[in-house]
């Protein structure tokens, strides 16, 4: 059996588009890193001078920098002083808030993702989905998924501890290695396929957790016995995915140019520009940031459902056709399935 690139395009936006509630999982996909969207960061100056603060002596230990552009010491007083303490002790209170709530919502992602997959396997067999049976489907292979992903992070904090213990042991020869990489074209292209086999194998492993129910290490062979057998195949999915998020992104980025270039320039006087004539500018900048920040995650949602619907079936129809693990798709008849 031949896998169809073109069947398998369609047949992952069929599903996308037919079962809407799927999108609801592809927004938690998209937070988790599937989105592919652009980080556009609208920087703008209100015309503030920044504080220099620096140390002075012991009786005043603070100096600023005035409006006259010279130095005036500042005596700290007890208060200000306890209402700096407070100031950090809540600024370290939010920083772990925050943390906390990051890791909470990474963890919802991953049992999103998993539901995501296992609600796609259900449309592409042709039963309806429901959200509550799509998360319990999440849940369940949560542990599964999460032990892949610290994994993956394990191995990450390895190579990068290894770099830097090369680079400290031996710098000059770590960085002509660095150098020669792009300089040289078949080391750069070994890194560069490196680079794919490990994002490959850590990206099919997902699927063979929820596709096949295999364990943490099964998923891992499976993964491998894929990539190995079909690496054309699987560079080719991963180069249309890649020019799906490539276009997505330039779309999403010349949407939210309007409304960026009405703020940027209602801003660009600063504070005096609220009440004179860049005050218009900015709130039509407002008014389309709205619904340009609504338009941008739904079409993230949306997209993230089709990624994942082109591999898991991508890999359920290569998984089919791979020697090492074909047998978990043959039926009780023991003739593969078509």
């Not at 005036?72 to 407070?86: N, R, Y």
């Not at 609600?119 to 592409?124: E, N, Q, S, T, Y």
């Not at 949560?142 to 213990?165: D, Q």
Request: hydrophobic share 60%.
């Amino acid at each position: 059996m031949r896998v169809s690139l073109s069947k398998l395009f369609s047949k992952a936006w069929s599903i996308t588009l037919r079962n809407k509630a799927l999108w609801i999982f592809g927004f938690l996909a998209a937070l988790g890193g599937w989105g592919g969207s652009p980080n556009i960061d609208i920087n703008f100056s209100l015309g503030f001078r920044d504080l220099d603060v620096k140390y002075r002596s012991v009786d005043y230990p603070y100096a600023v920098w005035n409006s006259a552009d010279s130095f005036e010491a500042v005596e700290i007083g007890p208060a200000m002083e306890t209402a700096m303490v407070v100031i950090c002790l809540l600024v370290v209170a939010l920083a772990v808030a925050l943390a906390v709530a990051a890791l909470g919502l990474w963890l919802i992602t991953i049992v999103g993702y998993g539901g995501l997959i296992g609600g796609i396997l259900k449309a592409d067999a042709g039963e309806s989905i429901h959200v509550r049976e799509i998360w319990d489907a999440g849940v369940r292979f949560f542990p599964r998924l999460l032990l892949l992903r610290l994994l993956a992070i394990a191995v990450v904090i390895v190579i990068a501890v290894i770099v830097v213990l090369l680079m400290i042991a031996a710098p000059d020869a770590s960085m002509l290695i660095f150098l020669c990489g792009f300089g040289c074209p078949p080391l750069c292209c070994g890194f560069i396929l490196l680079g794919f086999v490990i994002a490959g194998l850590f990206g099919l492993m997902d699927y063979a957790v929820v596709v096949e129910n295999a364990n943490a290490g099964e998923a891992i062979r499976r993964a491998w016995a894929v990539l190995r057998t079909h690496t054309i195949t699987v560079l080719v999915l991963w180069l249309i995915l890649f020019g799906v998020s490539l276009g997505a992104a330039i779309g999403l980025f010349a949407m939210a140019v309007p409304a960026w270039s009405m703020l940027s320039y209602g801003l660009s006087g600063g504070m005096e520009a609220l009440n004179g004539a860049k005050a218009l500018p900015l709130l039509i900048g407002l008014l389309l940031m709205a619904p340009t920040v609504w338009a941008a995650i739904l079409i993230q949602s949306i997209l993230a459902v089709w990624k994942t619907a082109f591999l898991a079936l991508g890999y359920r129809d290569l998984a089919k056709v791979t020697p090492l693990i074909e047998s978990a798709f043959r039926t009780d008849s023991g003739r593969p399935e078509q």
